[in-house]
């Protein structure tokens, strides 16, 4: 077996190797490393899902719907919070780890020869798995933009774009019309394009360059199409859609946007996919996504890793749990706004505990006292406890509720030690 890898922990550190350096885009590795394996991308019909923000929740969305339909799905999303083998889920259950161990080991040397990337090789890996499982739809999320991830070798049923934030500057462009600009090089000729994209200028740009892609039809969710009279509580958000009530265990007003994405998705399957509107509804109402407001206890987890999720989050904080006394644990990745996400969370929060994730990429670290003299030149009450588990420790002897965010890795390393299942709701 290759490299004689016998453990699911070797598997993975060779994949882990593989994320040093900068990001590299473009399709000409992976598409060699597909071709290799027999195209297993093609196998299957898929529904892929782009955007800034949102894509987790469309794409979780959109399986629980297909699923209520009576389809096979498989899922394939990123980056994991506690096990690498949530990124690879079929009919609700990960993988199992000896297909990893197996995948790998067949395939270290070509990975190696090709100097395909981390994500390239578990892109690869996601199609092999899903061919071998004969499910009957895909549903894909993009790794990072769109004209050049990895992912962007399919050809979808349906193609989806959420929206446009500022994010990943250094790959995709540092203002919202450039990388709207990217993540609508999922949208492909002949293929129905939804953009979910609520600024009418944003929208419009994106709804331009799918028709010049040849995308048809392109549905464009605002303005006047989106949600209305939207009601958020702790046990999820319902909202008005063309005349019928929805309700989905998603927290907060940004979900019913989600959600309204994923229906004008499914809407646009062909008939032999089709989902009516009660398999949506059952489907909707058992949606799943770990680490976005994700409550156990009087813990709160989110992965609010750029400033429009930090926004999204404190407008949450205002709806779903408002009154409560809450303590932040943050640890944000130093080439983040962590400004931007600071300044969003700050009136809802009562105390920032400042820390380091321990799987945060050393590379990435943020450099601890320049966010909380940014705290204390602020007036927010803030305390650096660089040892993670003292800073988590320091928050559970507060009284409220407890938010862990920043990042995936802050999110799954918190997950990891206080036993939280990210794979079950």
């Keep these: 077996m290759g490299l004689g890898l016998t453990s699911y922990r070797e598997a993975l550190d060779f994949l882990y190797a593989r994320t040093t350096g900068a990001w590299k885009l473009g399709l000409e590795r992976v ?3 597909l071709a290799l394996l027999g195209n297993p991308h093609q196998a299957m019909p898929v529904l892929h899902v782009a955007g ?3 894509k987790g929740s469309v794409c979780a969305s959109l399986e629980a719907m297909l699923r209520a339909r009576g389809l096979r799905v498989a899922k394939y999303t990123s980056p994991h919070l506690v ?3 949530e990124r690879f889920i079929v009919d609700g259950r990960p993988v199992a780890p000896e297909r990893i ?7 270290t040397s070509d990975v190696e020869r090709l ?4 994500f390239e090789a578990t892109t690869a890996m996601a199609f092999e798995f899903f061919r071998e499982d004969r499910v009957d739809v895909a549903v894909i999320e993009t790794g990072l933009g769109g004209r050049l991830d990895a992912t962007n070798v399919v050809s979808p049923l349906v193609a989806g774009v959420t929206n446009i934030g500022i994010d990943h500057v250094e790959y995709l462009g540092a203002t919202r019309e450039a990388i709207a600009a990217e993540k609508a090089g999922i949208f492909k000729p002949g293929v ?9 200028a944003i929208g419009g740009l994106l709804a331009r360059a799918a028709h010049a892609r040849g995308a048809t ?3 464009i969710v605002y303005p006047g199409g989106g949600p209305v009279d939207v009601l958020v509580s702790a046990e999820g958000t319902e909202f008005t859609l063309q005349g019928r009530r929805w309700r989905t ?3 907060g007003r940004h979900q019913a946007a989600n959600a309204t994405v994923a229906l004008a998705m499914a809407r646009e399957l062909p008939p032999e996919y089709a989902v009516d509107d009660d398999a949506a509804a059952r489907g909707l109402a058992r949606a799943f996504v770990p680490g976005r407001f994700q409550r156990v206890g009087r813990y709160i987890f989110d992965v609010a890793h750029n400033p429009a999720g930090a926004r999204v989050l404190a407008d949450t904080l205002g709806q779903a749990a408002a009154g409560q006394a809450i303590t932040a644990v943050v640890s944000v990745l130093g080439d983040k706004d962590w400004r931007g996400i600071l300044a969003a969370l700050a009136p809802r929060v009562r105390r920032f505990i400042l820390t380091i994730a321990p799987t945060s990429p050393p590379s990435r670290t943020w450099s601890l006292p320049e966010p909380l003299a940014y705290a204390d030149g602020a007036g927010w009450d803030a305390i650096v406890v660089r040892d993670f588990d003292r800073a988590l420790a320091l928050a559970a002897q507060a009284g409220g509720t407890i938010l862990v965010t920043g990042s995936f890795h802050t999110v799954g390393d918190a997950m990891a030690r206080l036993e939280v299942s990210p794979t079950s709701g």
Excluded: K, M, Q, S
């Design 31 to 33: 598409e060699a490393f």
């Design 52 to 54: 800034t923000n949102g």
């Design 83 to 85: 096990d690498f083998r």
């Design 101 to 107: 161990v197996g995948f790998v080991g067949r395939w």
């Design 115 to 118: 100097g395909a990337t981390f």
């Design 192 to 200: 129905p394009a939804v953009i979910g994209e609520p600024d009418e």
């Design 217 to 219: 039809p392109v549905r």
């Design 249 to 251: 265990p998603l927290v």
